[in-house]
């Protein structure tokens, strides 16, 4: 059971390096988001998106972009990486039917850049 | 907007003693409210849930929670903890209709032997 899978699970950038995190689930879910964990401040929504086609911005977006092509993935884009966004990101997904908002996490990617 | 109010940063507590953590929320709408856990070097998991009904609400691991809505309080206990229960605990709270989960800043629970 595969579930929510997020690659890499590390990776060290320098300020102004560009990468993606990836994200991808075999649920079917049609909800996937993407928070970042900092000490102290809990888990922040970067993103999410409620279908293929369909994003939206959560409390914390700017230096990240995502697209949702498929229902499957979700990638998490830094166009110009920042030693602010050093933080550990988790890709969360759910069904929307029932609207009971329970997540399904992936094991996180643990970005430091420098 | 929805926000969660997480009291305690951080709780010791002895092996077999009961715990209670805190969990404040505040939202203009009703609201479903949820403890999920994160054990060390891993993802988040769902502990327990409140959609309607019965405001008791029992999950994994032997944990339970009361929804207290005068009060707005969420908050989680166990009876009796187990070093395995050592981990970080989130609570978070989604309003009606919105598919958005907000977040605690989280309580870190240390088990002393």
């Known amino acids: 059971n595969a579930g929510v899978t997020q690659t890499p699970k590390f990776q060290v950038l320098k300020t102004g390096q560009s990468m993606t995190l990836q994200c991808a689930q075999d649920?079917?879910?049609?909800?996937m988001s993407w928070y970042r964990q900092d000490p102290g401040m809990g888990l922040r929504l970067i993103h999410y998106?409620?279908?293929?086609?369909?994003?939206d911005q959560g409390e914390v977006p700017n230096g990240y972009n995502v697209s949702r092509s498929t229902t499957e993935d979700f990638p998490l884009r830094l166009l110009s990486a920042a030693p602010s966004q050093t933080s550990v990101y988790f890709c969360?997904?759910?069904?929307?039917?029932?609207?009971?908002?329970?997540?399904?996490f992936g094991e996180g990617s643990r970005l430091t850049v420098l | 907007a929805q926000s969660v109010t997480q009291l305690d940063s951080q709780v010791p507590v002895f092996e077999e003693a009961p715990v209670e953590l805190r969990c404040n929320y505040s939202?203009?709408?009703?609201?479903?409210l949820f403890w999920y856990v994160q054990y060390p070097n891993q993802g988040l998991q769902l502990l327990l849930k409140?959609?309607?009904?019965?405001?008791l609400v029992k999950g994994i691991n032997g944990f339970e929670a009361e929804f207290n809505k005068s009060q707005t309080s969420f908050h989680l206990r166990k009876p009796s903890v187990h070093i395995s229960d050592t981990a970080e605990y989130f609570c978070?709270?989604?309003?009606?209709?919105?598919?958005?989960?907000?977040f605690g800043t989280g309580t870190r629970l240390t088990i002393i032997p």
């Open positions: 969360a997904s759910s069904w929307t039917g029932s609207n009971t908002g329970e997540l399904f």
């Open positions: 649920m079917n879910h049609e909800y």
């Open positions: 998106s409620v279908g293929a086609g369909i994003t």
């Open positions: 939202s203009s709408v009703s609201v479903y």
């Open positions: 409140y959609l309607s009904g019965s405001t």
């Open positions: 978070a709270v989604q309003d009606f209709g919105n598919e958005k989960l907000t």
